[in-house]
T-cell receptor, first 109, second 115 residues
Framework: LAKTTQPISMDSYEGQEVNITCSHN???????ITWYQQFPSQGPRFIIQ???TKVTNEVASLFIPADRKSSTLSLPRVSLSDTAVYYC??????????FGGGTRVLVKP | NAGVMQNPRHLVRRRGQEARLRCSPM?????VYWYRQLPEEGLKFMVY????????ESGMPKERFSAEFPKEGPSILRIQQVVRGDSAAYFC?????????????FGPGTRLTVT
């Protein structure tokens, strides 16, 4: 059964790099991979989006291997305010919009 | 440019009542998505609409749930005869086009509590 999966949680310390991998083995051929950040009691907020290889913006990088069956969100030098839940979003080959289960990132001082 | 607006932010209904959740997309966006988030769980796709059309409702429960996005006015998610299991946060998102998994802008959500 095709699934979009992420680690449930991840702890880190301020200033470290955090890498979160999402497995999406049934991703649609011609579709983007998008990552969102969600704080408690708020709607998800767009972080980054990519199709292949590497994408970088002012807050994160996204690494996508050639087979596109996974993607890794990289948050450089995290701070306490990066404590949140991070979700990947893909469209599967069956044309279904699917969020990963979310990764709860806790940044410690 | 105002973001995605949802109202009400909090809604309390008794079992058997109807719940109507509204979503106004960002200006210029003609695509609306609804998601449900149960307490302490992830986001689940429910329905995708364009103006006056339901494009994909594969995530909608077969009974009691319906959605619309009329030519004028907000998108509405309607839940009839609510049950306790409908208690959740309902998020609406909008995007300007349907370029694959387009960048979606989310509203603050409506938290539905069924007593």
């Amino acid at each position: 059964l095709a699934k979009t999966t992420q680690p449930i949680s991840m702890d880190s310390y301020e200033g470290q790099e955090v890498n979160i991998t999402c497995s999406h083995n049934n991703i649609a051929t011609n579709d983007y991979i998008t990552w969102y950040q969600q704080f408690p009691s708020q709607g998800p907020r767009f972080i980054i989006q990519g199709y292949k290889t590497k994408v970088t913006n002012e807050v994160a990088s996204l690494f996508i291997p050639a087979d596109r069956k996974s993607s890794t969100l990289s948050l450089p030098r995290v701070s306490l305010s990066d404590t949140a839940v991070y979700y990947c979003l893909v469209r599967t080959a069956g044309n279904k919009l699917t969020f990963g289960g979310g990764t709860r990132v806790l940044v410690k001082p | 440019n105002a973001g995605v607006m949802q109202n009400p932010r909090h809604l309390v209904r008794r079992r058997g009542q109807e719940a109507r959740l509204r979503c106004s997309p960002m200006k210029g966006h003609s695509h609306v998505y609804w998601y449900r988030q149960l307490p302490e769980e992830g986001l689940k796709f429910m329905v995708y609409l364009q103006k006056e059309n339901i494009i994909d409702e594969s995530g909608m429960p077969k009974e009691r749930f319906s959605a619309e996005f009329p030519k004028e006015g907000p998108s509405i998610l309607r839940i009839q005869q609510v049950v306790r299991g409908d208690s959740a946060a309902y998020f609406c998102a909008s995007s300007p086009s349907v370029r694959g998994v387009d960048e979606q802008y989310f509203g603050p959500g409506t938290r539905l509590t069924v007593t």
